[in-house]
């Protein structure tokens, strides 16, 4: 390998491979970013209520 | 009373309600019936492509039958407290479990074995697959009973739990789809089919000895 | 004398109390993703870069990467899965069914990323997108498995009722995971013939198999975060109204 453009191309399974990794990278983060939404969200809405519940 | 008798009298009062509501058991009978004669105005009625699929399509719609007529396993029971009292039984559940399946077969299972010989004419299966077809009925449609029984214990409890037993179900008759309707094909060439129903043989065995443990302990759950 | 050593047996009850778990997974996470991100690095770097391109495959060969430990991650979850929901089921331990149900979706995951890819490798290889292909065929049969325990566990509203149905499924899914992947490959031995070329031939050369090695681990860690992540959400949910979740979210706000 000589160039990066050839690295990309990947001996012309380019538009094979990088989706292949795209995909997973993608499905893989959803499930690391989705819990931490999630977190947040269920803390801001548990200190709603305390707060609430305070009053 | 004894383990052996409380066995038998759950039979006996399951097919004693059975015989009551009589549709209830010709209801599957239909469903398989009318789901094989979807197939040929589905695909064509060339006798040839009819005869190739033939297996598949029976063993798929026994399959789905069998799956159709699972919510009524426990539904009235769990419905009245029927199985609430079985629950509190000195006898053990799984016992009992295993007595509801038993009897479920007995009428939902059976009535598929009657009529097959009936869609073997329909679709053009060659007389000397008959008798495994027939064979790969009696072990296999206990074993999708057996293994149903898990599923509808799991869902008991909910109130549209229909398409969700059909996703809990449905992977694991894939073994007994795959070797039943292999053997069938097989035999409709004219081939040996030793191995097939050697599978199914330990399969049944398999499923009579394991599937009516976690079938209880699902019923224990929707309980309590 | 019990057979198990007391230190583990402390930790093993430690574990078992969700603020500890909690707290625990907090001070694990930032080690976790460390190691994670230096053998992603690594692993990617060997295979894309290092390893030499295969004289049959060519460069499409270098999916496996992600195709082959994704799957070996599909079914390695489905074991973690059934064995910590037969934990939670036999010693009620709330962990364990937390840790049963919060892996259930990366499972998922990782099966959808091994047909994905299968599919993207076996179109140059094969020539279509799908071919019944016993690994294939098993993989999507193993998704269906994922999304029954999924949706089971959604369907049912009591949290620990659910919990218990998914660990007794799971246990009837590890049975039954066997048998379903020997069928498959002797329906598919009978139907297609020994023509369909088999990924990751167990005679690799050694500069392609470390980076497939590194990748396999780094899953594995990938796994152990997002399903801790995915486990502290669950756990403060269903202990909202405990004394040391108030505390946590008094200290956030």
């Known amino acids: 390998m000589n160039s990066f453009a050839e690295f990309l191309g990947m001996g012309g399974y380019g538009m094979y491979v990088w989706p292949a990794y795209g995909i997973a990278f993608v499905v893989l983060l959803l499930n690391v970013v989705l819990p931490l939404i999630q977190r947040k969200k269920l803390l801001r809405d548990l200190a709603l209520k305390q707060k609430r519940k305070q009053q | 009373m004894s383990l052996s008798t409380a066995f038998f009298a759950v039979i006996r009062r399951d097919l004693i309600l059975a015989f009551r509501r009589r549709a209830e058991i010709a209801n599957p009978v239909f469903f398989f019936i009318l789901v094989v004669t979807l197939f040929p105005l589905g695909v064509g009625a060339n006798p040839k492509l009819l005869q190739a699929i033939a297996p598949g399509i029976i063993w798929v719609s026994a399959l789905l039958a069998v799956m159709l007529s699972l919510d009524s396993l426990f539904r009235s029971d769990f419905d009245d407290g029927s199985l609430e009292q079985m629950l509190l039984s000195s006898h053990p559940l799984t016992v009992l479990v295993f007595a509801k399946i038993v009897a479920h077969w007995l009428v939902t299972g059976l009535p598929l074995l009657v009529v097959a010989p009936l869609l073997a004419i329909f679709l053009g299966l060659p007389e000397q697959a008959w008798g495994t077809l027939m064979l790969t009925l009696v072990l296999a449609t206990p074993v999708l009973s057996l293994i149903g029984s898990i599923g509808v214990s799991l869902t008991i409890g909910l109130r549209r739990g229909g398409m969700i037993l059909s996703l809990l179900v449905l992977p694991l008759y894939v073994p007994v789809l795959i070797f039943a309707s292999n053997a069938v094909d097989m035999a409709s060439n004219g081939l040996a089919v030793d191995p097939q129903i050697n599978i199914l043989i330990a399969v049944f065995f398999m499923s009579v000895v394991l599937a009516p443990l976690p079938a209880a302990a699902a019923i224990k759950m929707s309980i309590t | ?253």
């Open chain 3, 1 to 253: 004398m019990s057979i198990v050593p007391a230190p583990l047996l402390r930790f093993y009850h430690r574990m078992a109390s969700p603020p500890h778990f909690y707290s625990f997974t907090d001070k694990l996470l930032p080690w976790f993703v460390v190691i994670f991100v230096l053998l992603v690095v690594a692993g990617l770097y060997g295979g894309l870069y290092l390893a030499p391109t295969d004289y049959q495959q060519g460069d499409s060969y270098r999916i496996i990467y992600i195709h082959v430990p994704a799957a070996w991650m599909s079914l390695f979850i489905y074991v973690v899965m059934a064995i910590s929901g037969a934990i939670g089921l036999i010693w009620r331990m709330k962990i364990a069914d937390v840790v049963a149900i919060s892996s259930a979706p990366i499972g998922a995951s990782f099966t959808l990323i091994a047909l994905v890819t299968g599919s993207l490798w076996g179109k140059p290889m094969w020539g279509t997108w799908w071919v019944w292909d016993a690994r294939l065929t098993s993989e999507l049969i193993l998704l269906f498995l994922y999304l029954g325990v999924i949706s089971l566990y959604g369907a049912i509203e009591d949290k620990r009722t659910a919990s218990r149905a998914v660990s007794i499924l799971a246990l009837v899914g590890v049975v039954n995971i066997p048998i379903i992947h020997y069928s498959v490959e002797w329906w598919n031995t009978l139907h297609q013939g020994p023509t369909v070329a088999k990924m990751g031939k167990p005679s690799m050369h050694i500069d392609m198999l470390i980076p497939l090695l590194l990748m396999a681990t780094a899953f594995k860690f990938y796994y152990a975060i997002a399903m801790m992540l995915a486990a502290k959400v669950e756990l403060l949910s269903r202990e909202q109204n405990s004394q040391w979740v108030k505390k946590i979210v008094e200290e956030k706000s």
